[in-house]
């Protein structure tokens, strides 16, 4: 299993371009997440995936997109990317666990795309 | 919203010694509480993690432990070796799909 694998690993834009973040997992996940690794902050999440077919914000969704394709892909796009969203982007997926009548949200990374704005 | 707090942001240690890191979170909803270790360049790898009906688990060399009526949990690391440098972070989750709140991290620096 390749796990969680994320394309493209390093990108250069320029203020106003977009681009799409790919993300793919084969583990049989059923949620998917994007986060974004800034200095000092920690990871911070932009879009989730509950299962197929949904998706909602996160704590920093502003200028960004999401599309569950499939089970297996969830794509992030910048449609006017910005100085502010240089960072680094990370995909997770999770195969949500139960245990006792509760479940647990052990999550499974990527190796993320290093993404700066100029 | 769950708030978490990571203490301290560095951490130096020498090979041997052990190595401790402290994590505080706000919702007493929380009941998963997971490590993450991150090397240069690579994504975060989970290490261990502790549920809210335990309060300590340990994996050789790594244990956590967790008091749920303080809200705090800690990362212990004995024996540390080189490879132990890395960024730790913890986190904190309700156990809902959406909210996995991370600290803002501990780099670990361990010196010959």
């Known amino acids: 299993n390749a796990g969680v694998t994320q394309t493209p690993k390093f990108q250069v834009l320029k203020t106003g371009q977009s681009m799409t973040l790919q993300c793919a997992q084969d583990m049989n996940h059923n949620s998917m997440y994007w986060y974004r690794q800034d200095p000092g902050m920690g990871l911070r999440l932009i879009y989730y995936s509950a299962s197929e077919g949904t998706t909602d914000k996160g704590e920093v969704p502003n200028g960004y997109n999401v599309s569950r394709l499939n089970k297996r892909e969830f794509s992030l796009r910048l449609e006017s990317a910005a100085p502010s969203q240089t960072s680094v982007y990370f995909c997770?997926?999770?195969?949500?666990?139960?245990?006792?009548?509760?479940?647990?949200?052990?999550?499974?990374f990527g190796p993320g795309t290093r993404l700066t704005v100029l | 919203g769950e708030n978490v707090e990571q203490h301290p942001s560095t951490l130096s240690v020498q090979e041997g010694d052990s190595a401790v890191i402290k994590c505080t979170y706000s919702?007493?909803?929380?009941?998963?509480f997971p490590w993450y270790k991150q090397e240069l360049g690579k994504g975060p790898q989970l290490i261990i993690d502790?549920?809210?009906?335990?309060g300590e688990k340990k994996d050789q060399r790594i244990a956590v432990t967790l008091n749920k009526t303080a809200k705090h949990f800690s990362l212990h690391i004995t024996e540390t070796q080189p490879e132990d440098s890395a960024v730790y972070f913890c986190?904190?989750?309700?156990?809902?799909?959406?909210?996995?709140?991370f600290g803002t991290g501990t780099r670990l620096q361990v010196t010959l």
């Open positions: 986190a904190a989750s309700p156990g809902t799909a959406s909210k996995l709140t």
């Open positions: 919702d007493s909803a929380s009941n998963y």
């Open positions: 502790i549920r809210s009906n335990v």
């Open positions: 997770a997926s999770s195969p949500w666990l139960s245990s006792g009548g509760t479940t647990y949200n052990e999550q499974f």
